[in-house]
């Protein structure tokens, strides 16, 4: 290791806290585009530069469900507010209806924020959303976020990779646009794919998904932890097995949104878990 630097550079000086990022040469937000953005999972602290910038730069921010009102307040005095959200599990005829409105908004020569909850392509209709856009001839830009599946992880204190336990990851939606098990996954091929599946909307169709791995031969003693409210004051985790979860989520009933994982980083969790009710009382993350 190098030993750190005793003088302070001109540039660190230069203003203090948040204020020094103002001189940096943020990408313009051009009147006419969309910008399809990812707020992260819930804390308001975890969202992207770029997420803040296009907060500060938008004239109008269409919004979903799951995005934290705390972050919307930061949304620029003056721009407008849109809430275009769906319930969860439940099918969704106007996600047309959203990619017309975000074409007409941008066509009237509105810079539009589109922002999501976690990750604009993960499990958040985004892919559709942008092809719309191309489709229509809108010109857009996609930031990532962190999503639910990676960020209530590490919120949880469980690893999504770590050498010993998980070497590879697969993530999976738990329903259909139907709301029902999705049919058209090769559930025998899941059970073995990966040693920890995380899976997103899962909690209603859990127990039929936690079968379906079973007889596709994972152990009914597979650790089963459910993480709801992920990265928010009000977290909640409950743990139960392959076996047990279907009968466990039927009597407890978990708050949602919630995201489940399956596996053995799990086990990491008593010695990791380190977002505790000290640290909970902030709100930002
Ligand atoms: N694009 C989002 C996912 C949208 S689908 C992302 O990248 O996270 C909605 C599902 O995401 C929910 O049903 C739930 O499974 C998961 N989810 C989103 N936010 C969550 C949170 N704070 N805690 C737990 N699960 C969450």
Same mark, same amino acid.
């Given at each position: 290791?190098?030993?750190?630097?005793? /003088?302070? $550079?001109?540039?660190?000086?230069?203003?203090?806290?948040?204020?020094?990022?103002?001189?940096?040469?943020?990408?313009?937000?051009?009147? +006419?585009?969309?910008?399809?953005?990812?707020?992260?999972?819930?804390?308001?602290?975890?969202?992207?530069?770029?997420?803040?910038?296009?907060?500060?730069?938008?004239?109008? $921010?269409?919004?979903? $469900?799951?995005?934290?009102?705390?972050?919307?307040?930061?949304?620029?005095? #003056?721009?407008?507010?849109?809430?275009?959200? /769906?319930?969860?599990?439940?099918?969704?005829?106007?996600?047309?209806?959203?990619?017309?409105?975000?074409?007409?908004?941008?066509?009237?020569?509105?810079?539009?924020?589109?922002?999501?909850?976690?990750? @604009?392509?993960?499990?958040?209709? +985004?892919?559709?959303?942008?092809?719309?856009?191309?489709?229509?001839?809108?010109?857009?830009?996609?930031?990532?976020?962190?999503?639910?599946?990676?960020? +209530?992880?590490?919120? *949880?204190?469980?690893?999504?990779?770590?050498?010993?336990?998980?070497?590879?990851?697969?993530?999976?939606?738990?329903?259909?646009?139907? #709301? /029902?098990?999705?049919?058209?996954?090769?559930?025998?091929?899941?059970?073995?794919?990966?040693?920890?599946?995380?899976?997103?909307?899962?909690?209603?169709?859990? &127990?039929?998904?936690? $079968?379906?791995?079973?007889? &596709?031969?994972?152990?009914? *003693?597979?650790?089963?932890?459910?993480?709801?409210?992920?990265?928010? @004051?009000?977290?909640?985790?409950?743990?139960?097995?392959? &076996?047990?979860?279907?009968?466990?989520?039927?009597?407890?009933?978990?708050?949602?949104?919630?995201?489940?994982?399956?596996?053995?980083?799990?086990?990491?969790?008593?010695?990791?878990?380190?977002?505790?009710? +000290?640290?909970?009382?902030? /709100?930002?993350?």
């Amino acid at each position: 290791m190098t030993a750190s630097p005793t /003088k302070t $550079a001109a540039w660190q000086q230069a203003a203090p806290g948040f204020a020094r990022l103002d001189a940096e040469p943020f990408p313009v937000f051009e009147p +006419g585009w969309v910008w399809l953005v990812g707020a992260g999972p819930g804390a308001p602290g975890l969202m992207s530069l770029l997420c803040y910038h296009a907060m500060q730069t938008c004239d109008v $921010a269409v919004y979903d $469900a799951l995005v934290n009102p705390d972050i919307l307040r930061w949304v620029r005095v #003056g721009a407008e507010l849109e809430y275009a959200g /769906k319930r969860g599990g439940k099918p969704s005829p106007v996600q047309r209806d959203i990619s017309l409105r975000l074409i007409e908004l941008a066509q009237s020569g509105k810079r539009v924020l589109r922002l999501k909850g976690g990750d @604009p392509f993960m499990f958040g209709r +985004g892919g559709e959303e942008s092809q719309h856009l191309a489709q229509a001839g809108v010109p857009f830009r996609i930031v990532p976020g962190i999503t639910s599946g990676v960020g +209530g992880l590490a919120y *949880a204190g469980m690893p999504a990779t770590h050498r010993d336990t998980n070497h590879s990851i697969m993530f999976l939606t738990g329903h259909d646009a139907s #709301g /029902k098990m999705p049919a058209n996954v090769n559930w025998p091929a899941v059970a073995k794919a990966a040693p920890v599946i995380v899976m997103y909307m899962a909690v209603k169709n859990l &127990g039929e998904i936690a $079968a379906a791995l079973m007889d &596709g031969g994972r152990s009914p *003693a597979d650790p089963v932890t459910i993480v709801s409210n992920a990265t928010l @004051p009000h977290q909640r985790i409950m743990r139960t097995t392959l &076996g047990a979860a279907g009968a466990d989520v039927a009597a407890n009933e978990p708050p949602t949104p919630a995201i489940v994982v399956v596996g053995h980083a799990a086990d990491w969790m008593d010695v990791l878990g380190w977002y505790r009710d +000290g640290l909970k009382e902030n /709100k930002i993350g």
